[in-house]
Structures are given as C-alpha cells and as structure tokens.
C-alpha cells in the first residue's frame, strides 16, 4: 500500500476508496502542503441520490474533515443534455422546473454529510453549473472550447464504443455531454480555483477530458482521482433493487426499507 503525505489521501487509501488517480506524487504534495478545492459533479435526473452515490458522497465529507473545501456541483445545465456513459439509450430529458426542484431536494440530502456554513475556514459549496453553461454562445464556445477536442478521440472512449458497436443510437446532443463536462473542470477552476475533480471509476475518461482541456486552456495542474463504484456481489452497481432505486432522502424511501436493503444484500 502506498504511503500518502496528505491525511485525505491517507484515509481513503485505508478504505479502499481509491481506484485511479493522475500524477499521484504531485497530487499528494499539494494536498499535504495546502488547502485545496476539488468536486464531484451530479446531474439532478431525480429528487434523491442513491445508495451508489454513497462511496463519492464520503470521498467529498473526508475532504472537508481533512482541511479542504467540497464543492458539489449540481448539473442543472449537463442534466438538460444527459450523461451517455454507458447508458443503452437516451436520457428522458427534463424541463428546467424539473431539474431545478430536484437539486434543491438534493441539497437536503448533502446537508446530512457536508457542513455548508460559510464560517471563518469557508464551508462546502453547492454551485450549479447552469450559470455558465445557459448564457454560452454556441458559436463562441464552438469556436473556444470545441476546436480544442478531436471527434477520433471521442469515438475511442469506452462509453461511446459500446453504443456504437451495438448499434444504439447517440444523438448529437449527447456526444457533446463530454465536451460540457469537461468545461465545468475549466470554470471552476477558473471561478474557485478548483484543482481537483473526483467520481466514480466509470467517470474517468470524462475527468481526463477535463484536465486536458484546462491544459490546452492555460489552468494551472490539475487532478484526477476516482474511486470504485459500489456493486453487489454478482458485480452489478449497487443503487437499486428489485423494486426501485435504493434512496438517500428519507420521503422516497422510509428507513425500515433502507435498513432491509442493506440486510438482504449479500457479502461481495
């Protein structure tokens, strides 16, 4: 096991939280040396994370504990679009109402984890990457930001080949959900100085967009650390269950359901 400087980096080694990460050396120094911003993107497609989101929830809560400012980014804008990774088909597409109750039941949810009080240390921060991503102008961005991504490379990515070799449609608006994503890295680290972006193993490739583009852009080093998903014993992703998905927020799942879930689940 390897010996980490930084206490953040320490602990989740210790829980096996970490599955891949970029520049591991230069990452430790920093995070031994300063405080740093990093986040965890969640597009709002309901009014409740779940049980799969619970490994990435923890990597954001021991960052604060560690000294450092979690930033959850809400993706009011990316959700309008939907994330293809390794979906079979596309995203129902919602309405901006829609996407704007949902985050703010999920705030509720993260309230349970992050300290959000903005306090002499600052707290954790909720930000929405509608802000940016609505007032773009599509030829501006066209021309800023997609110039600087190859459409060879984008086929490559695992999350697309599989659509594509069993001939399931991706849409347009989709194979542009990488190129948003990795944006977000770029505004906020421009916005909050934000180093870091962290997920599950199955975001990898669109993290490493982002730090491409924030290269090619002139951001300072940024960094990549992802963490493996959850899965039941039969190696599925751990989330939902026979009768739905498996709920954080107590009013779409009641606790009795939450603590049966956990007993019926087989040891991985």
């Not at 039941?232 to 939450?258: H, R």
Request: charged fraction near 20%; glycine fraction near 8%; charge should be negative.
């Amino acid at each position: 096991m390897t010996k980490f400087k930084s206490d953040f980096l320490r602990i989740l080694s210790e829980r096996g939280f970490i599955h891949q990460m970029s520049d591991e050396t230069g990452l430790d120094d920093l995070l031994a040396k300063e405080s740093v911003t990093a986040y965890i993107g969640y597009d709002p497609t309901a009014s409740s994370l779940h049980v799969g989101h619970l490994m990435q929830i923890m990597m954001l809560r021991w960052f604060q504990q560690t000294g450092h400012q979690p930033i959850s980014l809400m993706g009011g804008g990316t959700g309008m679009v939907g994330d293809p990774s390794f979906k079979e088909e596309a995203r129902k597409l919602m309405t901006i109402d829609t996407i704007e109750e949902n985050i703010a039941s999920i705030k509720r949810c993260f309230s349970h984890y992050l300290d959000y009080d903005q306090g002499p240390k600052g707290g954790a921060l909720m930000i929405n990457n509608a802000e940016w991503l609505r007032p773009l102008n599509y030829l501006e961005f066209l021309r800023d930001v997609g110039r600087h991504f190859s459409v060879n490379r984008m086929l490559s990515f695992d999350s697309v080949k599989t659509r594509l070799d069993r001939e399931q449609s991706l849409s347009f608006l989709e194979f542009n959900y990488m190129i948003l994503q990795a944006y977000d890295f770029v505004e906020l680290n421009q916005r909050y100085g934000c180093r870091l972006q962290m997920g599950g193993s199955d975001q990898w490739g669109n993290i490493i967009n982002g730090i491409d583009l924030g290269h090619r852009m002139g951001t300072p080093q940024l960094y990549a650390l992802t963490a493996p998903l959850l899965t039941t014993s039969s190696g599925a992703k751990m989330g939902k269950s026979a009768s739905g998905a498996v709920w954080l927020n107590a009013d779409l799942l009641p606790v009795y359901d939450f603590w049966q879930y956990w007993r019926n689940t087989e040891d991985a």
